[in-house]
């Protein structure tokens, strides 16, 4: 990985045991009997928005499990234009152990904060603990399903459909279990960062949000957090059922 990063030690951030991704991420298979094996290589480090968090083409040194915050993780492509394959999310796994190169490039898009291990550490555990091993499996085919929702976030929608959709996408990985009803979602992101990961207008996106807010899909509690009183309302207003795929009346 290449940014400007900063490492620090524990100091506030949880212990492996109380870590708040625990039960999404990869280390979610790890009994208490390994996590001072995690809690000895790990570093946790901290990335400003903007940051380069890995760079494609790059050796791959780290594998890093997100903490907290946004990323996305994208490719250059042959004119040069960026393509955002994926938003990444805490309880994602940036990096892919057992390759030499790093295949997309990371981005911060707020403050991020990560889990690092060295890459030959990382795969070493995957060796020496089966549970982290099938949660890798696991989390491999969760990050099919997520990618398929992000490319239903910008695919052939309107602005009010990817808007909502990003928000069913934020709520549905931020709730400790998917929630049958209604919810609180941190946007985490300015109505700009918003327009610019939707390629929208600032302007387009403020009707928006004021569209789902006069339909009473969403009610804000601030500028970026929002309560979503009925998620699978909103769902439907992204053209998505529950699954994810196109709903159905």
Request: aromatic share 4%; charged share 25%; with cysteine.
């Given at each position: 990985?290449?940014a400007?990063?900063?490492?620090f030690?524990?100091g506030?951030?949880?212990?492996?045991?109380?870590?708040?991704?625990?039960?999404?991420?990869?280390?979610?298979?790890?009994?208490?009997?390994?996590?001072p094996s995690?809690?000895?290589?790990?570093?946790?480090r901290?990335f400003?928005?903007?940051?380069r968090?890995?760079?494609a083409g790059s050796e791959?040194v780290?594998v890093?499990?997100?903490l907290?915050?946004?990323?996305?993780?994208?490719?250059?492509?042959?004119?040069?234009t960026?393509?955002?394959?994926?938003?990444?999310?805490?309880?994602?796994l940036?990096?892919?152990?057992?390759?030499d190169k790093v295949?997309?490039?990371v981005?911060?898009?707020?403050?991020v904060?990560t889990c690092?291990?060295?890459?030959d550490?990382?795969?070493d555990?995957?060796e020496?603990v089966?549970?982290m091993r099938?949660?890798?499996?696991e989390k491999?085919?969760?990050?099919l399903?997520?990618?398929r929702?992000?490319?239903?976030?910008?695919?052939?929608?309107t602005?009010?459909?990817?808007l909502?959709?990003l928000l069913v996408?934020l709520?549905?990985?931020?709730?400790?279990?998917?929630p049958?009803?209604?919810c609180?979602?941190?946007?985490?992101?300015?109505?700009?960062?918003?327009a610019?990961?939707?390629s929208m207008?600032?302007?387009?996106?403020?009707r928006q949000i004021?569209?789902?807010?006069r339909?009473?899909?969403?009610?804000p509690?601030?500028?970026?957090?929002?309560?979503?009183?009925d998620?699978?309302a909103?769902?439907?207003?992204?053209?998505?059922?529950?699954?994810?795929?196109?709903?159905?009346?």
């Amino acid at each position: 990985m290449r940014a400007k990063q900063k490492a620090f030690a524990y100091g506030g951030l949880p212990e492996c045991r109380s870590c708040p991704v625990r039960a999404v991420g990869v280390c979610a298979g790890a009994g208490a009997a390994d996590l001072p094996s995690l809690a000895r290589g790990k570093t946790y480090r901290s990335f400003a928005p903007g940051d380069r968090i890995a760079l494609a083409g790059s050796e791959l040194v780290e594998v890093a499990t997100m903490l907290s915050g946004l990323a996305t993780m994208s490719r250059t492509q042959e004119r040069g234009t960026r393509q955002i394959v994926c938003l990444l999310q805490p309880g994602d796994l940036i990096g892919q152990p057992w390759r030499d190169k790093v295949t997309f490039d990371v981005e911060a898009l707020t403050h991020v904060e990560t889990c690092a291990f060295r890459a030959d550490v990382f795969e070493d555990l995957l060796e020496q603990v089966p549970g982290m091993r099938a949660s890798m499996m696991e989390k491999a085919l969760d990050d099919l399903d997520t990618a398929r929702r992000w490319l239903g976030v910008l695919g052939h929608r309107t602005a009010r459909q990817k808007l909502a959709s990003l928000l069913v996408l934020l709520a549905m990985r931020q709730a400790a279990q998917p929630p049958d009803n209604g919810c609180v979602v941190d946007m985490m992101l300015s109505r700009e960062q918003v327009a610019d990961l939707l390629s929208m207008t600032f302007e387009t996106v403020s009707r928006q949000i004021a569209g789902l807010v006069r339909d009473d899909l969403i009610r804000p509690l601030t500028r970026r957090v929002f309560e979503i009183p009925d998620l699978r309302a909103l769902m439907v207003a992204s053209g998505d059922d529950a699954d994810g795929g196109p709903y159905q009346a």
